[in-house]
């Protein structure tokens, strides 16, 4: 049977109220009484009710992780830097996917508002706000809403070192990673006029017979077909976006509207079967 809070009342010798304020370190309660209370805690093994704990404080301790689309490859790593996070933070976390679907965004939201949430980390363009719902927006901007940003400028310059500076065609796929990209490789190849052999393939296999470069959310088989990769770096993100969102909840200083993550390239180095990575 659970043990309740009116038993480590009874137990410690003191109300019920003076328990629950002791729990919450209210400065009110003496340290005798509050040393009193948690080791009648220990003696019987009571644990607080987290639902009744949520309706108290007008907070759930959940945060809500939205995915368009959770057939991605890299959306374990991403969860993992998450999970990484919010767990030292000692909050817990649901994950849900939108299916790209309006009407799923439109009940979504309304469940998401039900249950509470206290944060959301969005990976959705169109999901939209949740009234009075601190956000993190991954891959997009947002208005009231912090958001992470792959560092766009910075794969640019480690694509065209890779090139020698030669125009690189854009090919996005369903599940492009990089697709802020692709307007500037298409306006270089533009103002160039010329054609290349060079290709990067965002979310799609390399066509035959070109010089590519390929997309990934792991570093993990980095060399798959020997073709070099651009990592868009899923779990570092993970961490990232989760901290920022960790300390919104918790109105820790000033957070930058945006943060930046740095993708990272790697190629197969010709003198070994491992992967270098270009800086």
């Given amino acids: 049977m659970r043990v309740t809070m ?18 919450k370190g209210d400065p009110r309660i003496s340290l005798a009484t509050r040393e009193k209370v948690w080791e009648a805690v ?29 057939a991605s490859g890299w959306t374990g790593m991403f969860l993992s830097g998450v999970e990484r996070v919010l ?4 909050t817990d976390f649901m994950v849900r996917s939108t299916g790209g679907v309006q009407g799923t965004r439109e009940s979504l939201r309304r469940t998401l ?5 206290d944060g959301l980390l969005s990976l959705d363009p169109q ?3 949740i009234p009075g719902v601190p956000a993190v927006t991954v891959g997009f901007r947002q208005e009231g ?12 310059r480690q694509l065209r070192n890779l090139s020698g500076g030669a125009p690189i065609a854009y090919r996005p ?39 590519a470069v390929v997309s990934c959310g792991r ?34 200083g000033a957070l930058p509207d945006v943060v930046l993550v740095q993708p990272r390239l790697q190629v197969k180095d010709a003198g070994s079967e491992g992967c270098e990575e270009i800086v």
Avoid at 87 to 90: L, Y
Wanted: hydrophobic fraction near 40%; charged fraction near 20%.
């Fill in 219 to 252: 570093a993990t088989d980095c060399c798959c077909f020997g073709f070099p990769r651009l990592i868009w770096p899923a779990f570092e993100t993970g961490v990232l976006s989760a901290r920022i969102l960790l300390n919104a909840l918790k109105g820790q």
């Fill in 173 to 211: 796929g369903p599940e492009a990673l990089f697709p802020e990209m692709g307007e500037a490789l298409r306006e270089q190849a533009g103002q160039e006029g010329a054609q290349t052999g060079w290709v990067f393939c965002d979310g799609q296999l390399p066509p035959p017979g070109r010089q």
């Fill in 6 to 23: 009116v038993q480590v009342a009874r137990e410690a010798g003191v109300d019920k109220a003076t328990v629950s304020r002791a729990l």
């Fill in 42 to 70: 220990k003696r019987l093994g009571y644990e607080p009710d987290a639902v009744a704990k949520g309706l108290s404080s007008s907070k759930s301790g959940m945060v809500a992780v939205v995915f368009r689309s959770l």
């Fill in 87 to 90: 767990a030292k933070g000692r």
């Fill in 113 to 117: 508002s039900a249950r509470r949430v």
């Fill in 145 to 156: 809403a912090h958001s992470v940003l792959i560092d766009a400028e910075e794969g640019l």
């Fill in 127 to 129: 999901l939209g706000n």
